[in-house]
């Protein structure tokens, strides 16, 4: 069965860096595109990222370009996403999400539990 | 990117019918017939609904069922449970391969 396990998320400090995982299992990991969500404390899901199942390609929000950094290593199975430069705004649960099997592709079938992250001085 | 325009709540009584609506542009609902939907629980991740516009993945209850007209997407659940009682949220393929949400619709079992 499809797990997507996300990791690195933590409490840090306005205008630092960190880096979050999300290991894949369950699937060709190198088929699929993948994407990073965040749901900020009581708020909606917003979208974060994409990268291609190739990482030829990757989109980002305009909140976060510039800042954010999505990456894949195939050979580990793993998303990862680098976050510099982080806002307290940037506080938030951060999922990751798999590229949908069936018809267009462009929704997100299975998701991960999810890993928050506390922007904070 | 600014988020589809989704009503902050619904709600309905066990076995009525309810609507969820969702707004966007002709670059992203009314562009592409790439909608989707998802639900979620208190402490929990989303799960898919509904996909491409009307679209439902296996093992999701046909009591769901998801439509289009011009820049605005529904999501209409039938025959109301007390587990549908939940957020729901819309998704959408943008122009330039970038996404958005709605902003999310709080639906209550009465």
């Known amino acids: 069965q499809v797990q997507l396990v996300e990791s690195g998320g933590g409490v840090v400090q306005p205008g630092t860096s960190l880096r979050l995982s999300c290991a894949a299992s369950?699937?060709?990991?190198?088929?699929?595109?993948m994407h990073w969500v965040r749901q900020a404390p009581g708020k909606g899901l917003e979208w974060v990222t994409t990268?291609?199942?190739?990482?030829?390609?990757?989109s980002y929000a305009d909140a976060v370009q510039g800042r954010f950094t999505i990456s894949r290593d195939d050979s580990k199975n793993t998303l990862y996403l680098q976050m510099n430069t982080l806002r307290t705004e940037d506080t938030a649960v951060y999922y990751c999400?798999?590229?949908?099997?069936?018809?267009?592709?462009?929704?997100?079938?299975?998701w991960g539990q999810g890993t928050p992250v506390i922007v904070s001085s | 990117q600014s988020a589809l325009t989704q009503p902050a709540s619904v709600s309905g009584s066990p076995g009525q019918s309810i609507t969820i609506s969702c707004t966007g542009t002709?670059?992203?609902?009314?562009?592409?017939?790439?909608v989707s939907w998802y639900q979620q629980h208190p402490g929990k991740a989303p799960k898919l609904m509904v996909y491409?516009?009307?679209d439902r993945p296996s093992g999701v209850s046909n009591r769901f069922s998801g439509s289009k007209s011009g820049n605005t997407a529904s999501l209409t659940i039938s025959g109301l449970q007390a587990e549908d009682e939940a957020d729901y949220y819309c998704?959408?393929?943008?122009?330039?391969?970038?996404?958005?949400f709605g902003g999310g619709t709080k639906l209550t079992v009465l």
């Open positions: 002709s670059s992203d609902v009314g562009g592409y017939n790439y």
């Open positions: 491409d516009v009307s």
């Open positions: 369950g699937f060709t990991f190198r088929s699929y595109g």
């Open positions: 998704f959408s393929y943008s122009s330039i391969n970038t996404r958005v």
């Open positions: 999400a798999k590229r949908g099997t069936s018809g267009s592709h462009k929704h997100l079938d299975y």
């Open positions: 990268i291609s199942y190739d990482g030829s390609d990757k």
